[in-house]
């Protein structure tokens, strides 16, 4: 690809951040409070935001990465197409309406309303703003690869560039400006993994079987199986992180905010889950289907980590213009992910602990305004100075990096602020704590960092993620001790809530 003249991409891939531009700078004429920055006011339909949900599942981790996994490995991207489904059922039938109903910008408020103590918010703000720059690096890293691919710039003046296009999205159009990104997108997405199908399909006659052949016949027979080289322990274990990671993610939890109920929040989870499970399974196909047009080989020429595989196939069946048509949709993939973290990540540290630890529940609009956008700021330095030390990793792997830390962070402690009547102040600040460093640490001495991030010749831990260690520890640590430090208010306050939310059900 190195010779081929891209001046027809660069038309397309310009003409779509000048759609991205308008669309920004009409968002900005709505955006004038804290609530549209954040969650758009609540006016976002089910049907958009079902739409946009999907859009921030089938990321940039998901188009490139899972494909990349593909079209290197055969059948382990199979796994992690169908852990990310999975993710659904855990949203839909646990966390979507409580959600909807106890919180107003963050998963923080459900955690603060059922414990009747604002200082969990410090907690929930540290944990989330860990995970957020995970997410932000792993993101950031994959827009850079396509910049660089498209334009020939350096990685780290492609990670640069597309740093200050997500910041001027996010400080100007806030939520809305995200979610007609994602809307928008997740079309284009759709429609351009359509026409790959075709074309792969044409290529075989139709015939998936001779597809999946041909990608053995390049791959070798081990990749329509579980990959030998790959120890089915760690396998697992990054599904699992996949699924509970997904589910956990605050900028997908902030979805459920920006819908007016959550009747529409059940609903748009429901419209997203059809979206979500076809495409992903899709993807890993199409990846099988690239490492029998274009082979291993040529993949991992263009880039290390294989986050280049659709791209390269967009190539060799379009040329350019098809060329510049995946970009731009890689593009919009980044770009509207990266804005709904950065808003999770502004929301975070805004609204909980500025808002919420600091300002104790009394700050004014325009301060926490204010410092919504500050805060997006700064987590976008941070962001792009993480993605510069992680050029050529598949950005799959990294995003088990930030599922493992959402999961054993997030998903214990609203879990079981939810349904659980004997939760204490104490018992959840521990498990908050305990997901955080044991996975932190744990992830530093696995597989993930030690040998593929770090090149090392062995991994002390022999996991591909922790959470099968970290999120029972979390869950066990919070219920004992909160057996240890419960009181009779707690009970009353895990009844009030349960009114709330036979109110709430009783009136939809």
């Known amino acids: 690809m190195a010779s081929t003249d891209h001046s027809s991409a660069i038309i397309i891939f310009g003409a779509f951040v000048i759609l991205t531009i308008v669309l920004t700078w009409t968002a900005a004429r709505r955006t004038r409070s804290t609530g549209e920055f954040l969650v758009a006011g609540n006016r976002i339909t089910a049907g958009q935001n079902g739409l946009a949900l999907a859009g921030d599942f089938i990321g940039a981790s998901t188009f490139l990465g899972v494909t990349g996994i593909a079209a290197l490995r055969g059948f382990d991207a199979m796994v992690f197409a169908v852990s990310l489904t999975l993710a659904w059922p855990l949203m839909l039938f646990l966390l979507a309406e409580p959600l909807r109903v106890l919180g107003k910008y963050t998963f923080a408020d459900v955690i603060e309303y059922r414990l009747g103590n604002s200082a969990i918010k410090k907690w929930t703000a540290l944990a989330t703003v860990v995970a957020i720059f995970s997410i932000l690096t792993f993101q950031l890293a994959g827009a850079g690869a396509i910049i660089k691919l498209l334009f020939g710039l350096s990685y780290f003046w492609s990670v640069i560039l597309i740093g200050g296009f997500m910041l001027v999205y996010v400080m100007f159009g806030g939520m809305v400006a995200t979610t007609w990104l994602q809307v928008i997108k997740i079309i284009l997405l759709l429609l351009i993994c359509l026409a790959l199908l075709i074309c792969l399909l044409t290529t075989f006659g139709f015939n998936p079987g001779a597809l999946l052949v041909a990608a053995a016949q390049k791959g070798g027979q081990g990749v329509l199986a579980p990959s030998s080289k790959t120890n089915t322990l760690q396998l697992v274990s990054l599904a699992i992180a996949s699924t509970l990671g997904v589910a956990s993610l605050p900028q997908v939890l902030l979805r459920f905010y920006t819908v007016p109920d959550a009747g529409a929040a059940r609903r748009s989870m429901f419209y997203a889950a059809v979206i979500v499970g076809l495409t992903s399974i899709g993807l890993a196909f199409i990846g099988y289907g690239i490492m029998a047009v274009i082979g291993p080989d040529a ?167 922790p959470v099968m260690v970290s999120v029972p520890l979390a869950f066990i640590v919070t219920i004992a001790v909160s057996l240890m430090t419960s009181d009779t208010a707690s009970a009353e306050r895990f009844q009030n809530m349960e009114r709330k939310l036979d109110l709430a059900w009783q009136e939809r």
């Open 299 to 465: 993949i991992r020429a263009a880039e290390a980590g294989g986050n280049m595989a659709i791209p390269l196939l967009a190539n060799y069946y379009g040329g350019p213009i098809f060329l510049g048509l995946v970009a731009a949709i890689a593009f919009a993939t980044i770009l509207a992910a990266v804005c709904g973290i950065l808003l999770a990540g502004s929301a975070a540290l805004a609204h909980d602990f500025w808002g919420g630890v600091i300002r104790g529940n009394r700050a004014s609009e325009r301060e926490q305004f204010f410092a919504a956008r500050l805060a997006a700021l700064l987590l976008c330095i941070g962001g792009i100075a993480l993605a510069v030390l992680v050029e050529g990793q598949n950005i799959f792997i990294l995003s088990a990096l930030s599922g493992t830390i959402a999961a054993s962070t997030i998903f214990p402690s609203l879990t079981l602020a939810i349904y659980w009547r004997g939760l204490s102040y104490a018992g959840a600040v521990s498990g908050l704590l305990t997901g955080l460093v044991s996975s932190l640490v744990m992830l530093w001495f696995s597989p993930l960092v030690q040998l593929q991030m770090l090149a090392k010749p062995i991994a002390i831990i022999d996991l591909g993620s």
